[in-house]
C-alpha cells in the first residue's frame, strides 16, 4: 500500500475516476462523475459506504453532474471515451484477481509436490 506522502505526492498528477450516485437532502437523486485525488479516496469510499453527507469537491473535482436515478447514455459514453471509465472495474478486477489467485495456488501445489518428489528421490539414493 502506498504511504500517505506517496498518495499526496500522486495527487498532483493523477486521479481516481468513481461514480456516486444517491439522494440528496431533499431526497432529490444525482450523480456526479468525480475525479477523487489518491490521498482522499479511502476516506471518500468509507464515506459513501457509511452514507455520510458528501461535498464532493472535498474528494477531488466533478467531472459531470445531473439530476436523476440514471446516467443518461451520452454521458456514459463520454465517460468511457474521455476517461477510460469502467463501471464494472471492480468486478473485473475481482474476477482477474480470483484466476490469478488460482493458478498461483496452482503453481504452489506442483511446486510442493516436486519437492517431495526430489526429496524421496533423493532418499531412495542414498
Known sequence: ??????????DSHSAIIVLDQ????????????LAVTPSKYK????????RKPIRHKD??????????KQVPLDVQ???????GFDEHYLE?????LRVA???????????????IVAMLKMKKQN
Open 77 to 83: 459514453d463520454e465517460m468511457k471515451r474521455e476517461h
Open 92 to 96: 473485473t478486477l475481482a474476477k482477474e
Open 1 to 10: 500500500m502506498p504511504t500517505a506522502a506517496e498518495l499526496a505526492a500522486a
Open 43 to 50: 476516506e471518500f469510499i468509507e464515506a459513501t459506504k457509511a
Open 22 to 33: 444517491g439522494s440528496m437532502k431533499t431526497g432529490r437523486p444525482y450523480w456526479a462523475y
Open 101 to 115: 489467485r488460482t493458478q498461483f495456488d496452482k503453481q504452489q501445489e506442483d511446486k510442493k509436490i516436486g519437492d
Open 59 to 68: 474528494y477531488g473535482k466533478v467531472l459531470k453532474h445531473g439530476f436523476a
